[in-house]
């Protein structure tokens, strides 16, 4: 076997490992069944249990999770069986369980699950029994001696006491009595966004002092099916406190080691007078907050036996005194990622570092203004995807000038390829003459190869940002840009094995395995916009590793090839403008780079030269 035929076979199989390397380290997103084991007690079928009816307290540890026996009655038939209370604001739909008082049955107005007009609205929040369900829960829990166990939990039957339809306008209120005579109400109000106010409160008819803790809680039943499974990413639990952000992936909320007072798989973090908890999705999230005058313990904690995931609000334990009340107010943000919504709470309603529930990643202090710029660019234009060439525009320009040197340098290394070409002919195989004499070429030339480096890696933190910014934000998702891209946050629909929709029949799904080799037009754009940038960059001294780098191209059009279309076109923008400023650059330096004379040189050679002819015939 030649070298050429050897380094062509070495650079499929390095090509093939990288992919492979690639799906190993980004599989296809598993979710995990629900359980159906019953907890303390409580029947279910088949979408787990509560496995929650009251948090422990400082006085009272002990096992988190503990509810009271339930005989025959299903979750789900108790939650069948319950009235509803009626949700409608500009932006949600649904209901309220009086079983629980619990907020489980919420959809979002503005966002729809495809791109069909009359495909259903967004699901959020879905009650005990189905599949997936998650919901939100608010109690009191006991405290110690003096707390009385009649509190109301989980399966509390509530009776309205005011209100019919909770809108922005028109608040309800629930009402318990246990059998000491201690009255709970809950007053439940919403605004016109996604943000929920709910005030608990306690009238101590009992005639001896109680201790008891008002808290609230975001429960989900099993991994999430729509998790997308990437790194950069956060799905799952996350917590803010006065110090720091805590993002917890749903993976490692399971691998958490047990806390001495919720028990197993439990995380704490105390919230002095501000910070918030609950779970995030890639557009969505449900939050509780606590008020600003509040002392609270936010919680991330999973139940191994019912594949249950929570975040908990508990507020301080409280003593009431015999014939008073006390009162409790949290908020529930349970809604869509709108920037300048969250944006609008942070600073209009004072919920602290709200705007950080969006994953601006580790270089958040370019990502955020890099959004402010996209965010504002898409109003401008009414268009997301050319709001992103726009934006990429932008960003090209202001590093134009870091780039300039590193584009430079490599129009000179490129002036020197002919000579570096005669040394490694006079060296032959002797390797280190050959890095003495090139050593030797760049000193008197006065080039030095790694100038162009320094610029290079200064710019990656922007390039991530940027690619931050477009798989995060909430205005990619069923956004079109024209022609047949009807979502940029969705693959390139375009197949070549149709012949892009010329041919009768469709092109593989997504599930299928040809889906890899279902390459739409975006996806070939990039590969060719990469193959060009490539081939103004000096060519590699290994013929080896110069293999490699030719296949590279193509091998990332195929891996790139099933990512959102916002940011292909985005990658594809980037490389054009790369490719017009290092050309340009290269060419005021004197070099002409020849694009396409390797792939037409053969038709060159055939084509006869007329004066040679003439001057032949006349011999």
């Given amino acids: 076997m030649n070298n050429q035929t050897s380094n062509t076979v070495m650079a499929l199989v390095l090509s093939f490992l990288v992919i492979t390397g690639w799906y190993m380290l980004f599989p296809p997103p598993e979710t995990a069944p629900d359980s159906t084991e019953p907890v303390a007690g409580l029947s279910t079928d088949g979408a787990g249990t509560d496995g929650v009816a009251t948090p422990p307290v400082a006085t009272a540890p002990g096992a988190a999770g503990e509810t009271p026996a339930v005989p025959a009655p299903t979750i789900s038939a108790v939650l069948a069986d319950s009235a509803r209370i009626a949700v409608e604001t500009p932006d949600l739909t649904g209901t309220i369980a009086l079983v629980g008082g619990r907020i489980d049955d919420l959809h979002l107005k503005q966002y729809r699950d495809s791109l069909d ?42 009776r309205l006491e005011e209100g019919e339809t909770l809108t922005p306008e028109t608040p309800i209120t629930l009402a318990w009595t246990n059998a000491d005579g201690m009255v709970f109400r809950r007053t439940i ?63 490692k909320v399971r691998e958490l080691e047990a806390d001495p007072v919720w028990g197993a798989h439990a995380e704490v973090f105390p919230l002095e007078g501000t910070g918030w908890v609950g779970m995030t999705d890639h557009y969505w999230m ?64 004072g919920v602290f570092k709200f705007l950080d529930s969006i994953d601006w990643g580790m270089f958040f202090f370019i990502t955020k203004p890099m959004f402010w710029l996209l965010h504002n660019l898409n109003a401008l234009i009414g268009n997301m995807g050319w709001a992103i060439i726009a934006l990429t525009v932008v960003i090209k320009t202001m590093l ?62 922007i390039w991530f ?4 910014v477009i798989f995060v934000t ?26 892009f929709g ?75 403008l790369t490719f017009i400023q290092q050309y340009t650059i290269m060419w005021r330096h004197g070099h002409r780079p020849d694009l396409f004379g390797n792939i037409f040189a053969g038709l060159k050679k055939k084509k006869p030269d007329a004066e040679a002819k003439e001057k032949s015939e006349k011999k």
């Fill in 400 to 461: 134009f000038p870091l780039a300039y040197k590193s584009y430079v340098s490599m129009a000179r290394m490129r002036e020197l390829q002919p000579e570096m070409e005669k040394i490694r002919e006079r060296a032959g195989d002797d390797k280190q003459k050959q890095q003495v004499e090139i050593m030797e070429l760049y000193k008197r030339e006065k080039v030095n190869p790694a100038s162009g480096c320094l610029p290079i890696f200064l710019q990656i933190p």
């Fill in 502 to 576: 010329l041919f009768p029949f469709d092109a593989p799904g997504p599930t299928s395995w040809f889906a890899f080799f279902s390459l739409g037009l975006l996806p070939i754009l990039l590969g060719i916009s990469m193959w060009l940038q490539q081939k103004l960059n000096p060519p590699a001294t290994d013929k080896t590793q110069a293999q490699i780098m030719a296949w590279m191209p193509w091998v990332f059009m195929f891996m790139l090839g099933r990512f959102a279309s916002g940011l292909v076109l985005y990658w594809i923008s980037n490389n054009t």
């Fill in 286 to 349: 449900s939050v509780l907050i606590p008020d600003a005058t509040s002392s609270a313990t936010a919680v991330h904690k999973y139940e191994e036996s019912s594949d249950q995931y929570s975040t908990w609000l508990k507020l301080d334990t409280v003593e009431v005194a015999p014939g008073a009340t006390a009162v409790a107010t949290t908020r529930l943000f349970a809604g869509a990622k709108e920037w300048g919504t969250i944006r609008d709470y942070e600073k209009e309603e």
């Fill in 189 to 251: 109000a919403v605004d016109d966004k996604y943000m929920f106010s709910v005030t608990q409160s306690v009238e101590n008819n009992s005639g001896t002092s109680q201790r008891l803790a008002p808290y609230g809680v975001i429960l989900r039943h099993g991994t999430p099916e729509d998790l997308t499974g990437f790194y950069i990413l956060q799905e799952g639990p996350i917590a803010q406190t006065a110090e720091e952000l805590t993002e917890t992936k749903y993976k």
């Fill in 465 to 468: 940002s940027l690619y931050k």
């Fill in 117 to 158: 007009p009359d495909s259903p609205t967004v699901t959020l929040l879905k009650p005990a029994g189905e599949d997936h369900a998650y919901y939100a829960l608010h109690g009191w829990a006991p405290g110690g001696d003096l707390g009385n166990d009649d509190v109301p939990g989980a399966l509390t039957e509530w």
């Fill in 474 to 499: 909430l205005e990619l998702r069923h956004a079109p840009w024209f022609g047949w891209i009807a979502d940029l946050s969705a693959p390139d629909p375009s197949s070549i094995l149709n012949g």
